[in-house]
T-cell receptor, first 111, second 114 residues
Framework: LAKTTQPISMDSYEGQEVNITCSHN???????ITWYQQFPSQGPRFIIQ???TKVTNEVASLFIPADRKSSTLSLPRVSLSDTAVYYC????????????FGAGTRLFVKA | DGGITQSPKYLFRKEGQNVTLSCEQN?????MYWYRQDPGQGLRLIYY???????QKGDIAEGYSVSREKKESFPLTVTSAQKNPTAFYLC?????????????FGEGSWLTVV
């Protein structure tokens, strides 16, 4: 499984756009890139998933360059409630049996 | 609603006791997982199961045991052999039918040794 590298923490202010980059140099052809959000004492929840180029949903955008060795999660106009830990996962999804979570990125949004 | 149910949310264990955390899913998922999370840390895989009656050790299986007698259930037992069991435990599941699946998590269980 591809190993991922993310910044340990980031700070932002309300209303700003936040970009969190994840490096995954050993990504395989069949791998998807998935981002999760976790609040304290809760299970991680799905934010967005992509394979290549750009994906956008109602909460975030995911940018994936052509070589797919990195990806960037973009959160538009963050609010205090976006303070959480964000995890980048890389895997083929189908029976991603030993899904590996890194330490994630702790995002602090300030007023 | 479909999802994963973990119970109890909070559990206290005395030294030398075994305790079992329950995990039930009604998503019809084949694969189920148990993770441990220590405060301020990421998730570490304890055990996973791809199909009924089969399971594999993860990275930190020592001191834990599991069973998978039914597709929807994957209980985790924290045995007395686990010397530092105080942590947040997360159960998860995923389908294995196609690529691009996402993994679904329960709300977690806090285990504290007293």
């Amino acid at each position: 499984l591809a190993k991922t590298t993310q910044p340990i923490s980031m700070d932002s202010y309300e209303g700003q756009e936040v970009n969190i980059t994840c490096s995954h140099n050993n990504i395989a052809t069949n791998d998807y890139i998935t981002w999760y959000q976790q609040f304290p004492s809760q299970g991680p929840r799905f934010i967005i998933q992509g394979y290549k180029t750009k994906v956008t949903n109602e909460v975030a955008s995911l940018f994936i360059p052509a070589d797919r060795k990195s990806s960037t999660l973009s959160l538009p106009r963050v609010s205090l409630s976006d303070t959480a830990v964000y995890y980048c996962l890389v895997g083929d999804g189908a029976g991603g049996f030993k899904t590996i979570f890194g330490a994630g990125t702790r995002l602090f949004v300030k007023a | 609603d479909g999802g994963i149910t973990q119970s109890p949310k909070y559990l206290f264990r005395k030294e030398g006791q075994n305790v079992t955390l329950s995990c039930e899913q009604n998503l019809n998922h084949d694969a189920m997982y148990w993770y441990r999370q220590d405060p301020g840390q990421g998730l570490r895989l304890i055990y996973y199961s791809q199909i009924v009656n089969d399971f594999q050790k993860g990275d930190i299986a020592e001191g834990y045991s599991v069973s998978r007698e039914k597709k929807e259930s994957f209980p985790l037992t924290v045995t007395s052999a686990q010397k530092n069991p105080t942590a947040f435990y997360l159960c998860a599941s995923t389908s294995q039918e196609y690529s691009g699946n996402t993994i679904y998590f329960g709300e977690g269980s806090w285990l504290t040794v007293v």
